[in-house]
C-alpha cells in the first residue's frame, strides 16, 4: 500500500471512532475473557502499564485494584472523555500511538487489546512495533491481540476486497478490509478499517521487530488453541530481549 493512502486511511479511522464512540463504548462494558488471563499472568505489583488504544478504559476496568502505574492512551477524544468521566484519578491521554513519545526502556508491560489490526500497511506496522521495543525495560512484554476473521461476519468483506485488490480496483492490501459498523437500527455509521492477520504473517512481523514469540495462540472466551477454530482473537505475548 502508497504510504500515502495509508496515513488517509489512518486519519480516516480516527474519524470513524468518533463517529461511533458512544455505540462503541455501549459494547465495552465488562472485561473480556482474555484480558483477565494476561492480567492474571503478566500483572505484577509496581510495573509500568501502558494500555494503547484503551478506548473507555475497559482494561483499566479490571486492574484498578492494583498496585501499579498505569497510563492508557487512544487517538478518540470522546473515548478517553468517558474513560476520565468514569476513572478521574487515572492517565488517559489522548495519543497518536505510531507517534509515542514516552521515555526509552520506561514500560515493564505493554497492552494493545484489538489494535494492531487498524494500522494499515506492513511498514506501518513494522514500525509501530520496532517504537513498542524501544519502550520496554530489558526483558518487558508486550501483549498484543487482533480479531480473528477466518470464521465469522468479517471474513466476507476480506474476501470482497481480496476480489476487487485481484481487479485492481481497490488501494487496499490483500487480506485488508472496511468492515461496516452499524447501529441498532442496522444503519452504516462507518467502514472501520481492519487487516486480517495469519498466525505465520504476526508471528513474522514481531520478530522482524526484535521481539522473542513467548505465546501465540488463538482464543475464544479465555480458551487457547494451537489453531483457529471458530476463535475470536489471534493472540501474541513478545518480550523484548535485551
Same mark, same amino acid.
Given at each position: 500500500?502508497?504510504?500515502?493512502?495509508?496515513?488517509?486511511?489512518?486519519?480516516?479511522?480516527?474519524?470513524?471512532?468518533?463517529?461511533?464512540?458512544?455505540?462503541?463504548?455501549?459494547?465495552?462494558?465488562?472485561? %473480556?475473557?482474555?484480558?483477565?488471563?494476561?492480567?492474571?499472568?503478566?500483572?505484577?505489583?509496581?510495573?509500568?502499564?501502558?494500555?494503547?488504544?484503551?478506548?473507555?478504559?475497559?482494561? !483499566?476496568?479490571?486492574?484498578?485494584?492494583?498496585?501499579?502505574?498505569?497510563?492508557?492512551?487512544?487517538?478518540?477524544?470522546?473515548?478517553?472523555? !468517558?474513560?476520565?468521566?468514569?476513572?478521574?484519578?487515572?492517565?488517559?491521554?489522548? =495519543?497518536?500511538?505510531?507517534?509515542?513519545?514516552?521515555?526509552?526502556?520506561?514500560?515493564?508491560?505493554? !497492552?494493545?487489546?484489538?489494535? @494492531?489490526?487498524?494500522?494499515?500497511?506492513?511498514? @506501518?506496522?513494522?514500525?509501530? @512495533?520496532?517504537?513498542?521495543?524501544?519502550?520496554?525495560?530489558?526483558?518487558?512484554?508486550?501483549?498484543?491481540?487482533?480479531?480473528?476473521? !477466518?470464521?465469522?461476519?468479517?471474513?466476507?468483506?476480506?474476501?470482497?476486497?481480496?476480489?476487487?485488490?485481484?481487479?485492481?480496483?481497490?488501494?487496499?492490501?490483500?487480506?485488508?478490509?472496511?468492515?461496516?459498523?452499524?447501529?441498532?437500527?442496522?444503519?452504516?455509521?462507518?467502514?472501520?478499517?481492519?487487516?486480517?492477520?495469519? %498466525?505465520?504473517?504476526? =508471528?513474522? @512481523?514481531?520478530? =522482524?521487530?526484535?521481539?522473542?514469540?513467548?505465546?501465540?495462540?488463538?482464543?475464544?472466551?479465555? %480458551? =487457547?488453541?494451537? %489453531?483457529?477454530?471458530?476463535?475470536?482473537?489471534?493472540?501474541?505475548?513478545?518480550?523484548?530481549?535485551?
Amino acid at each position: 500500500m502508497d504510504i500515502k493512502d495509508a496515513k488517509k486511511l489512518i486519519k480516516k479511522t480516527k474519524r470513524d471512532f468518533e463517529k461511533i464512540a458512544l455505540q462503541f463504548s455501549y459494547t465495552r462494558i465488562f472485561p %473480556r475473557p482474555e484480558m483477565k488471563y494476561f492480567a492474571g499472568k503478566y500483572l505484577k505489583p509496581h510495573q509500568k502499564i501502558l494500555d494503547i488504544g484503551c478506548g473507555n478504559g475497559l482494561f !483499566f476496568e479490571l486492574i484498578k485494584d492494583k498496585e501499579i502505574n498505569y497510563t492508557g492512551i487512544d487517538s478518540s477524544k470522546k473515548l478517553i472523555s !468517558f474513560a476520565r468521566k468514569k476513572y478521574p484519578r487515572t492517565k488517559f491521554l489522548v =495519543k497518536n500511538a505510531l507517534e509515542l513519545n514516552f521515555k526509552k526502556n520506561y514500560f515493564d508491560l505493554i !497492552f494493545s487489546f484489538a489494535f @494492531l489490526h487498524h494500522i494499515p500497511s506492513e511498514s @506501518l506496522r513494522l514500525n509501530f @512495533l520496532q517504537n513498542i521495543y524501544k519502550l520496554l525495560k530489558p526483558k518487558g512484554y508486550f501483549i498484543c491481540t487482533c480479531w480473528n476473521s !477466518f470464521a465469522g461476519r468479517k471474513m466476507k468483506y476480506i474476501e470482497k476486497f481480496n476480489a476487487l485488490n485481484l481487479a485492481g480496483k481497490s488501494k487496499l492490501d490483500f487480506n485488508d478490509a472496511l468492515v461496516p459498523w452499524k447501529n441498532s437500527k442496522g444503519e452504516v455509521l462507518a467502514e472501520i478499517y481492519y487487516h486480517r492477520f495469519t %498466525r505465520l504473517e504476526l =508471528k513474522k @512481523l514481531f520478530e =522482524k521487530a526484535g521481539f522473542k514469540i513467548v505465546e501465540l495462540f488463538y482464543e475464544k472466551q479465555g %480458551r =487457547k488453541f494451537a %489453531r483457529d477454530r471458530w476463535t475470536d482473537n489471534l493472540c501474541v505475548v513478545a518480550q523484548k530481549r535485551s
